[in-house]
């Protein structure tokens, strides 16, 4: 309990730090010419896409460990980086149209990128209904479309580069202008760490929460064996 | 019978192409751009959208932490209780 004491205080202090030090450094990121002040949005959109990326990579692994090993440890490592798939897959879906409304004129566009992220969504979302209302067979189930949130993802990755889209493309960051950099990299290195936080804080209450099951068939048994 | 449904369908028809006609000009104009001058140019405020998007992250991002943090209190909380009522209970067998 204590360890989860300091992991709070550090997402705080991730926090503070993404309020205080990221938005300065962005602020002092030069403008882009054709976009204006709106393209600011990128700093976190983009990073929230990557964790968005990571979370269904490691709930993918932690559902194959569950299938094919029954590791119940990658069970719940699953379950908690499902959670973090839709909340940061929520943040870039948000933040998208807010960036495209103003560059693009539109709220949305039902192109291969903006669709098949909205489709990664509603698999992860998917994923934690069927693990919630699924039953008996709920974890199995959910474990098998994490599976095919997985193989959306390079579909994701790739569309704008395989596909004519309005949305730009992946060698946007490699060939990002070099005052911009320091804006963009400490933005995804503060969402990482919180990201890493969030996980960390979500294992820990699925593992709270296993345990206490535990105990509860303990004392079923045990509280039976008294009276 | 058939012959007043077939003259009635011939008096529609010659209705129906009378009025394409009659409207080809206005469609056909309505192809063509024109200039229009002393428009108001749409203009968004930037500052809105990109605080509407930074905002938006963090506060998912707290709303997340405070449901992780209560349900752990509530974890915790049940925990306490059940192991409350063991001791109750008696010693383990």
């Known amino acids: ?18 309020f205080l030090i990221v938005p300065t450094l962005i602020v002092g990121a030069p403008l882009e010419p054709v976009m204006g002040l709106v393209q600011k949005i990128f700093y976190f959109h983009v990073p929230c896409a990557t964790m968005l990326f990571l979370s269904t990579f490691v709930c993918a692994g932690g559902s194959v460990a569950y299938l094919f090993r029954g590791s119940e440890r990658g069970d719940r490592l699953a379950a ?14 948000v933040t998208g149209p807010l960036w495209g409304r103003k560059a693009w004129g539109v709220w949305w566009q039902w192109d291969a990128r903006l ?15 069927a693990r919630r209302y699924g039953g008996p067979a709920g974890r199995k189930l959910s474990a098998a479309l994490a599976l095919f949130a997985a193989i959306d993802v390079p579909l994701v990755y790739k569309s704008v580069d395989i596909w004519r889209t309005v949305h730009p493309k992946t060698t946007v960051v490699p060939t990002l ?51 | 019978m058939k012959r007043k449904i077939r003259s ?11 009025l394409l006609c009659w409207l080809a000009p206005t469609l056909a104009a309505a192809q063509e751009f ?50 409350s009522k063991l001791d109750r209970a008696g010693p383990r067998p």
């Open chain 1, 115 to 129: 669709t098949s992220a909205l489709l990664l969504e509603l698999i992860m979302i998917a994923y934690l209904l």
């Open chain 2, 8 to 18: 009635s369908a011939r008096a529609l028809l010659a209705g129906a192409l009378a």
């Open chain 2, 34 to 83: 024109q200039k229009v001058s002393g428009a108001v140019r749409e203009e968004l405020p930037a500052g809105r959208f990109v605080a509407a998007a930074y905002g938006f992250i963090w506060i998912a991002v707290l709303l997340y932490v405070v449901s992780i943090a209560r349900g752990l209190g509530r974890v915790r909380k049940d925990l306490g209780d059940l192991k």
């Open chain 1, 1 to 18: 309990m204590r360890s989860l004491g300091t992991a709070f205080v550090a997402t705080a202090i991730a926090v503070a730090v993404g």
């Open chain 1, 80 to 93: 908690s980086a499902g959670e973090l798939a839709v909340l940061f897959g929520l943040c870039t879906l």
């Open chain 1, 177 to 227: 202008d070099p005052r911009m950099r320091p804006a963009f990299w400490s933005a995804f290195l503060l969402m990482l760490l919180v990201w890493s936080l969030l996980l960390a804080l979500r294992v820990r209450l699925e593992a709270a929460r296993a345990e206490l099951a535990a105990l509860e068939l303990d004392a079923e048994d045990i509280l039976e064996a008294a009276s």
